[in-house]
T-cell receptor, first 109, second 117 residues
Framework: KNEVEQSPQNLTAQEGEFITINCSYS?????LHWLQQHPGGGIVSLFM???GKKKHGRLIATINIQEKHSSLHITASHPRDSAVYIC???????????FGAGTILRVKS | DAGVIQSPRHEVTEMGQEVTLRCKPI?????LFWYRQTMMRGLELLIY????????DSGMPEDRFSAKMPNASFSTLKIQPSEPRDSAVYFC???????????????FGAGSRLTVL
């Protein structure tokens, strides 16, 4: 079993839909990261969180430490949100990231 | 700041050749990470440095891989000799870690796409 599991692996949505991507982990962490990678592109850090909820524009990330679970939500999705979303966790000292396999999101207009 | 700068962006080489990938981290960051991304294995940490010192190289596949960080503004990842299975995108990332428990946001470079024929 991988230390970081994401679901779904693939997601196709219609423009305007509310999207949720889930991440579960099995190890103790100091923080959880959500990353975005566009096709052929670099990796951008969207959020780093260790408790509660963070919001940036149409993106919302939540984490439940007791349940070892995090969700990334996208409200009013747009085709430009199409990308791979990767969940990663930092160990206690935050120096190593363990990655999930990623969720491929396609938003159709 | 120009962000984390990697070079080359693309490299095509023949099996057996030496490959050197370069990274300039964000000024002021004290931690530097080399990651590899393949379709089969996703993103994997190869090695990370803290204050220019290699802390964990357990992700380095084998002796053909080596990494150095001679100063706070430059790091190299070298593969010698290269093999077709080394074909991947190699990302460098940097961060500032204050020491002790905790984490901080990583800034990734654009990646170096390596193809070994």
């Amino acid at each position: 079993k991988n230390e970081v599991e994401q679901s779904p692996q693939n997601l196709t949505a219609q423009e305007g839909e509310f999207i949720t991507i889930n991440c579960s982990y099995s190890v103790g962490i100091s923080a959880l990261h959500w990353l975005q990678q566009h096709p052929g592109g670099g990796i951008v850090s969207l959020f780093m969180l260790s408790s509660g909820k963070k919001k940036h524009g149409r993106l919302i990330a939540t984490i439940n430490i007791q349940e070892k679970h995090s969700s990334l939500h996208i409200t009013a999705s747009h085709p430009r949100d199409s990308a791979v979303y990767i969940c990663a966790v930092s160990g206690r000292y935050g120096n190593k990231l363990v990655f999930g396999a990623g969720t491929i999101l396609r938003v159709k207009s | 700041d120009a962000g984390v700068i990697q070079s080359p962006r693309h490299e095509v080489t023949e099996m057996g050749q030496e490959v050197t990938l370069r990274c300039k981290p964000i000024s002021g960051h004290n931690s530097l990470f080399w990651y590899r991304q393949t379709m089969m294995r996703g993103l994997e940490l190869l090695i990370y440095f803290n204050n220019n010192v290699p802390i964990d190289d357990s992700g380095m596949p084998e002796d053909r891989f080596s990494a150095k960080m001679p100063n706070a503004s430059f790091s190299t990842l070298k593969i010698q000799p290269s093999e077709p299975r080394d074909s991947a995108v190699y990302f460098c990332a940097s961060s500032f870690l204050a020491g002790g428990p905790g984490a901080n946001v990583l800034t990734f470079g654009a990646g170096s796409r390596l193809t070994v024929l």
